[in-house]
T-cell receptor, first 113, second 114 residues
Framework: GAVVSQHPSWVICKSGTSVKIECRSL??????MFWYRQFPKQSLMLMAT?????????EQGVEKDKFLINHASLTLSTLTVTSAHPEDSSFYIC?????????FGPGTRLTVT | AQTVTQSQPEMSVQEAETVTLSCTYD???????LFWYKQPPSRQMILVIR??????QNATENRFSVNFQKAAKSFSLKISDSQLGDAAMYFC???????????FGQGTILTVHP
């Protein structure tokens, strides 16, 4: 089956620093990848849609300058949280589409101290 | 636009019993599909079942089945012979075949009692 990986699985960073999260489709090419944010016991909130070779489309209310998304190849999308603050601490999940199917990564837990 | 509503924040069931999770939706899409995802404590999203809206027959996957009522915009999930491993947060949702974005409901936490 289609596999999506994320790296790192857990990251702790200091307030004011930036952190990059990678999302890779391991055995298929994904023209579109999605980034979600999830708080404990809540639903997934779509942050942005990432298409290979073009600028990401951000959902309303998501700061594009704070959450930088790059989709440089058909198998890799990255999310960079810039100048992180404690309120950015959350669980970030990516997914990659293959046809009308979406495959989810295992998620990245970000803790900002 | 699509909206998905799960009105049961928490549900519980005894092992080996049957439980039904409710979901209603609204969509402006003519070509769409519905799904249930399971998120166990590992937080990995696992597709439980998917139903194409144009199909009248309810989808089934082993112990999991759906009751799809298109006119009522209802899409409930029935779990038969519940197992301890079914304990998780369950998300109902919809997607359009013409675009990739998925819309998720609020989620239902399912507890399975031994």
């Amino acid at each position: 089956g289609a596999v999506v990986s994320q790296h790192p699985s857990w990251v702790i960073c200091k307030s004011g620093t930036s952190v990059k999260i990678e999302c890779r489709s391991l055995d298929f090419q994904a023209t579109t990848m999605f980034w979600y944010r999830q708080f404990p016991k809540q639903s997934l909130m779509l942050m942005a849609t990432s298409n290979e070779g073009s600028k990401a489309t951000y959902e309303q209310g998501v700061e594009k300058d704070k959450f930088l998304i790059n989709h440089a190849s058909l198998t890799l999308s990255t999310l960079t949280v810039t100048s992180a603050h404690p309120e950015d601490s959350s669980f970030y999940i990516c997914s990659a589409s293959l046809g009308s199917e979406q495959y989810f990564g295992p998620g990245t837990r970000l803790t900002v101290t | 636009a699509q909206t998905v509503t799960q009105s049961q924040p928490e549900m519980s069931v005894q092992e080996a019993e049957t439980v039904t999770l409710s979901c209603t939706y609204d969509t402006s899409e003519s070509d769409y599909y519905l799904f249930w995802y399971k998120q166990p404590p590992s937080r990995q999203m696992i597709l439980v079942i998917r139903q194409e809206a144009y199909k009248q027959q309810n989808a089934t996957e082993n112990r999991f089945s759906v009751n799809f009522q298109k006119a009522a915009k209802s899409f409930s999930l029935k779990i038969s012979d519940s197992q301890l491993g079914d304990a998780a947060m369950y998300f109902c949702g919809s997607g359009g075949t013409s675009y990739g974005k998925l819309t998720f409901g609020q989620g239902t936490i399912l507890t399975v009692h031994p």
